[in-house]
């Protein structure tokens, strides 16, 4: 049966990340993240392990409650080192400070605790802020729109697929999408999976590519699409499955 630790690494590999990128998003340690793989992150206050737990499953977006549950510390652990970083008064000056977890347990008082905990809230609004800016700002430009998309013509068995071309140049590859019914969404840009989940009634979201976006939609008239930002609308009908539609600088191609 696999670990928490060893699933945690499943579910990041499987969206092609490196913990060198986990660690610059989330700001969590090298070491620490290394240590909740490999299940081996022990002599450590139960304030700091769910809260480092917390911060990672919320990046690979899957439910904290999940992992922290199963979570088990090994018979023998291995040496672990946290580093703790305080600014000088006037100059950005860093001190570096490498404890031996399982032989000496820090003293930490109720106001260190209460300042990491601050810490640790400011890094998830942190680390949210950007996604649900680019939510409200979808929300507001789905809002914006009103008129009605163009409709995408039609072609025979074996045609080429339908075109919609883009009304002027664009740098990058732009995608907006709305759903006003459940509906699962996988998206690829520039060939690396960014994401694939089921999103419901009224999330939104918005990506960029420098080349394309591959786009795959479960029910494709629940999504309303918005393409280098011209409004597109719903693309197919009511319980749909349509995969691969691709998004271009110049514009949206659907397969048929």
């Known amino acids: 049966m696999e670990t928490a630790g060893a699933r945690l690494k499943k579910i990041r590999l499987e969206k092609g990340l490196s913990l060198e990128e986990v660690h610059k998003k989330t700001k969590v340690h090298l070491n620490i993240l290394k240590a909740i793989e490999e299940d081996s992150l022990v002599n450590l206050s139960s304030v700091y392990l769910k809260g480092f737990l917390k911060i990672y499953c919320k990046f690979l977006r899957v439910n904290p409650a999940d992992f922290i549950k199963d ?9 672990i080192k946290t580093e703790f970083q305080r ?3 006037t100059e950005s000056l860093a001190k570096t400070i490498s404890l031996k977890l399982n032989s000496v347990r820090p003293r930490i008082t109720l106001r260190r605790a209460v300042i990491f905990l601050v810490v640790i809230i400011f890094m998830v609004l942190l680390f949210k802020l950007p996604a649900a800016i680019r939510s409200f700002q979808t929300r507001l430009s789905l809002k914006a729109k009103t008129t009605q998309a163009p409709s995408v013509a039609k072609t025979e068995k074996n045609a080429p697929a339908a075109l919609i071309p883009k009304n002027q140049p664009v740098t990058l590859v732009r995608l907006g999408l709305k759903v006003k019914e ?13 994401m694939e989940r089921t999103f419901r009634k009224g999330m939104s979201d918005s ?9 795959s939609l479960g029910n494709a008239a629940a999504a309303e699409l918005e393409v280098n930002g011209r409004h597109i609308g719903a693309i197919g ?14 514009g949206l191609v659907i397969p048929r």
Request: aromatic share 4%.
């Open 207 to 215: 990506w960029t590519a420098k080349e394309k976006i591959e786009l």
């Open 182 to 194: 459940n509906c699962l969404v996988k998206v690829k840009a520039d060939g690396r999976l960014v």
């Open 71 to 79: 979570y088990r510390e090994p018979i023998s652990p291995p040496k």
């Open 237 to 250: 009908r009511r319980g749909q499955s349509i995969k691969n539609i691709l998004i271009t600088k110049d």
């Open 87 to 89: 600014a000088g008064r």
